[in-house]
């Protein structure tokens, strides 16, 4: 979460879900996040939403959840995130595959 530097005065009080209960200071907003760091990091803040699902699709977790984390509505924008490694498709053969006989 990126937080502001200065704790809000009180005519300015956000919502108490954009407050930090830990600092009490105020979340950016997004616009203003996303010129920080492109600022001070060079970074995309978008580029930060496309790689946390793609954290969530490499730890395999359902597609329907990061649907619901990145808000997609149509599970073929969402699935560019899910890229199963070769562990995950050995995984998947194994439960495929008859077991093998011992003689």
């Known amino acids: 979460m990126f937080l502001s530097e200065r704790r809000p005065v009180a005519a300015r009080r956000p919502a108490a879900a954009d407050i930090c209960p830990h600092t009490s200071r105020a979340r950016l907003g997004y616009d203003r996040a996303r010129v920080l760091l492109e600022m ?53 053969t194994e439960v495929l595959a008859p077991p093998r006989r011992t003689h």
């Open 40 to 92: 001070y990091a060079g970074l995309d803040l978008h580029q930060l939403r496309h790689s946390a699902a793609t954290h969530l699709g490499e730890a395999e977790v359902p597609l329907q959840l990061i649907m619901g984390k990145t808000r997609h509505k149509n599970p073929r924008i969402a699935m560019r995130y899910v890229k199963p490694g070769p562990e995950a498709v050995a995984k998947v």
